[in-house]
């Protein structure tokens, strides 16, 4: 069975990698990690077969939006967590209070896998029921994306010109002004 | 064949690591990086749920959420930019006043 082994490491690889992005104190290795994690998470959609979303998510994701974080990362300089005094003195950051996130987090998780794992109906192959032909066409992709979900494409475009604007307006120097 | 629930208890995980992620780290870049972690774990659920259901519209609302994503983090980015240079801190918790 060497997709549902491929399965398993790919989510491995993922679920590994997101657990040290939120484990790291530099966010320069939480990037990168970051960017192994959407390369994991692209093989399950060639898996689910959906590879035009797998190319997307690796050129847009781990390509145009984690370079963007990565200018950030090295624009500011920034310094590292618990650089300030004031900062290793808060409250939050009392030994214990950090266990019992992590603990309530872990418990979030025990929980969901088992509610989703007893769900009937959710138990079924992901592929069974339809053949690979009918969602992986970029072809009728395109076909549903540009006649029933034109409004929304168009929203899209205004949405990014707007962030575009915005972001410019948002990083502008003071004097500049 | 690997059942749908073991695709959607994959994208729970990775929802609640990123969930964790905004409420353990005090990094504003770190923070975001965790909402792009919770982003993508719905992406997940939105894919598996169209492959199960043999319907493209799973993977269209992918696309939008991956342009919502870019957006967000374009805005999201400047804030920590302009916040930065005020204070020099990354700090959540540096950021107490409502205007300079």
Redesign the interface.
Known sequence: MPETLLFYVLAGVAIAASVLVIGQRNPMYSVMLLIASFGALAGLYIQLDAPFVAVAQIIIYAGAIMVLFLFVVMLLNAPQEDAAAWDRAHPLRQPGVLTFGTLLAALLIVELVWALGRTLGLAAPVAGRVGPATVSSVRELGRVLFTDHMFAFEATSVLILVAMVGAVVLARREEDR | ??????????S???F??????V?????L??I???V??ML?AV??SF??F???????????I???V??????????G??????L??HK????P??FTSLRW
């Open positions: 064949m690997i059942p749908l629930n073991h695709y959607l208890i994959v729970a995980i990775l609640t690591i990123g969930s964790a992620g409420f353990l780290r005090r990094n870049i770190t975001l990086l965790s792009e972690i993508n992406n997940l894919v598996a169209g492959r199960a259901a043999g319907d493209v519209n799973g993977q269209i992918t696309f939008f991956i342009t919502v994503a870019a957006a967000e983090a374009a805005v980015l400047a804030l920590v930019i302009a930065f240079r020099e801190s990354l700090n918790d540096a």
